[in-house]
């Protein structure tokens, strides 16, 4: 599966920002979406993810970003959204999508698939 991610951008502190991941190539409903993000001299670490089981979606939302950021995906458009509310200086990095068979995980280096990432700046 081939991964893309869009929307990064500038934006204020408090501000909103979505992105999108888009998946080609494969059963988009056989994997699971991850989106992870890195900042400057930082890990890479988990943000979201989302996987599709039973006719249903099973979202995660890692604590630092509970209540301000909502991970969907539009299976009929093989797409994945992260929708950010109340972003924060901390918030600022690439962010990227990845995808793995089955069920999710946080851990990186069980996504084999990854898009080329997205800036995401918030300016205080």
């Known amino acids: 599966v081939q991964l893309q991610a869009s929307g990064g951008g500038l934006v204020q502190a408090g501000g909103s920002l979505t992105l999108s991941c888009t998946a080609s190539?494969?059963?988009?409903?056989?994997?699971?979406i991850a989106w992870f993000r890195q900042a400057t001299g930082k890990d890479r670490e988990p943000v979201a993810t989302i996987s599709w089981n039973n006719g249903r979606d099973y979202p995660y939302l890692v604590d630092s970003v509970k209540g301000r950021f909502t991970v969907s995906r539009a299976n009929a458009e093989n797409m994945v959204y992260l929708q950010m509310n109340s972003l924060k200086s901390d918030d600022t990095a690439v962010y990227y999508c990845?995808?793995?068979?089955?069920?999710?995980?946080?851990?990186?280096?069980?996504?084999?698939?990854w898009g080329q990432g997205t800036q995401v700046t918030v300016s205080s």
């Open positions: 190539g494969d059963n988009f409903t056989n994997y699971a």
């Open positions: 990845a995808a793995r068979r089955g069920s999710s995980t946080l851990y990186r280096r069980t996504y084999p698939y």
